[in-house]
Structure formats: structure tokens, C-alpha cells
T-cell receptor
Framework: KAGVTQTPRYLIKTRGQQVTLSCSPI?????VSWYQQTPGQGLQFLFE???????NKGNFPGRFSGRQFSNSRSEMNVSTLELGDSALYLC??????????????FGPGTRLTVL | DQQVKQNSPSLSVQEGRISILNCDYT??????FLWYKKYPAEGPTFLIS?????DKNEDGRFTVFLNKSAKHLSLHIVPSQPGDSAVYFC??????????????FGAGTQVVVTP
């Protein structure tokens, strides 16, 4: 089975721009979660989608948004980029998103640099 | 508030010896714990998990121990190999509707295996 894929792998943007990142989950997985990794804050949960619905959201401003399509592929969007948005953005997929016994598998990440 | 803590930022171990990584948590409601391994500029790779109803789980060279009364888990790697040099993250999740798809991560432990 193919793993989680993310595109693009690297992005350079300037302050004020917006960016869209894409994630394709493992085949059959319906839950997609997004995380931000920075040196100062570690791995922080952004949001989770299941069957095209956002079920859970972390503590990030409204500039961070996402969506999921009927084939479970997901995108996240960051508008009005700030320097502090520079980070590794990770997507993870799992079967159900049920925290009790459902393992998340991660993609390689998208490295976003904001200048 | 950091509910999952890895208090050792780094660990150096000789090839062939045992690596022991520790993780503490504060939320007694966590019911699933996972360990991930991460290389720079890559996504975390799932290693092993344990449900809160168990106290031990083994997979090859990796064993995870859970002590619920102490809110502590550990990962043992035996024997350690040079390819094990990476950052190891402990993560925890809850089986509740307001925690869908959300993993809470520790800050990570950098492991260096020396010849």
C-alpha cells in the first residue's frame, strides 16, 4: 500500500501571501489530521477531517483552514502568511481517527518558509 | 499545557547496548500511546503502540512499557543500531469525540548510537 503523500515538499512564500498544501492519505483511510512542527513549539495539532467534515480543531488562528474531498484527500490553506508560519507541516492519516486504538501514519511533510 | 513530557532531550548509547527512552503524561484519560521515530526533514515513522489496558507490547527490537499508576511509559530498543540514531517522539491520544484525530506529542528525545 502506498503511504501518505504530501505536495509540495518545499515552498517559499513572502509575508501576506496565501498557501495551499495537499495531502493524499493511505488508501482506505478516512481520517486526515494536520500538524505544525516548529523548533519552539514542537508538534502541534491543527485540525482533523473525516468524511469531508472537520471534527476537531487545535488552537490556531482562523488564517489556518482546511478541507477534505470525497476521496479523502485533504488540503490545508494558510492565508495572510506571517514569518512565524515558517514550519514543517505534516499530514497524517488513520482509519477512523478514533484516538482509542487508531494509529496515525505520517507523510513526509511540506517545509514552508515565509520570507 | 504540555500533557506529554519527554524530559531527556538527548541520549547517547553504544551500538549493541540498550536504549531506554522515557515519557511522562499528566492526563489519566489517555488510552492509547505511540512512539514515533523521526529523521530531519521527514515525517515521523510509526514504531510501536500500546493500549492503556496493557502494560507491555513488543515488536522485534522495540518494547514499550506502560505504568498507568505512575503515568509513565518507556521505550526499550535492544540492541541499539547506528540506524536508530534519530529523534523519538512519544504521543498519546484519547478516545473521546472532542479528541478526534488528535495526538499530543512530547518534545522528543534525540538518540545518538555510537560505534
Amino acid at each position: 500500500k502506498a503511504g501518505v503523500t504530501q505536495t509540495p515538499r518545499y515552498l517559499i512564500k513572502t509575508r501576506g501571501q496565501q498557501v495551499t498544501l495537499s495531502c493524499s492519505p493511505i488508501s482506505g483511510h478516512r481520517s486526515v489530521s494536520w500538524y505544525q512542527q516548529t523548533p519552539g513549539q514542537g508538534l502541534q495539532f491543527l485540525f482533523e477531517y473525516f468524511s469531508e467534515t472537520q471534527r476537531n480543531k487545535g488552537n490556531f488562528p482562523g488564517r489556518f483552514s482546511g478541507r477534505q474531498f470525497s476521496n479523502s484527500r485533504s488540503e490545508m490553506n494558510v492565508s495572510t502568511l506571517e514569518l512565524g508560519d515558517s514550519a514543517l507541516y505534516l499530514c497524517a492519516s488513520s482509519s477512523t481517527g478514533d484516538g482509542g486504538a487508531d494509529t496515525q501514519y505520517f507523510g513526509p511533510g511540506t517545509r514552508l518558509t515565509v520570507l | 499545557d504540555q500533557q506529554v513530557k519527554q524530559n531527556s532531550p538527548s541520549l547517547s548509547v553504544q551500538e549493541g547496548r540498550i536504549s531506554i527512552l522515557n515519557c511522562d503524561y499528566t492526563n489519566s484519560m489517555f488510552d492509547y500511546f505511540l512512539w514515533y521515530k523521526k529523521y530531519p526533514a521527514e515525517g515521523p515513522t510509526f514504531l510501536i503502540s500500546i493500549s492503556s489496558i496493557k502494560d507491555k507490547n513488543e515488536d522485534g527490537r522495540f518494547t514499550v512499557f506502560l505504568n498507568k499508576s505512575a503515568k509513565h511509559l518507556s521505550l526499550h530498543i535492544v540492541p541499539s543500531q547506528p540506524g536508530d540514531s534519530a529523534v523519538y517522539f512519544c504521543a498519546a491520544s484519547l478516545s473521546s469525540t472532542d479528541s478526534w484525530g488528535k495526538l499530543q506529542f512530547g518534545a522528543g528525545t534525540q538518540v545518538v548510537v555510537t560505534p
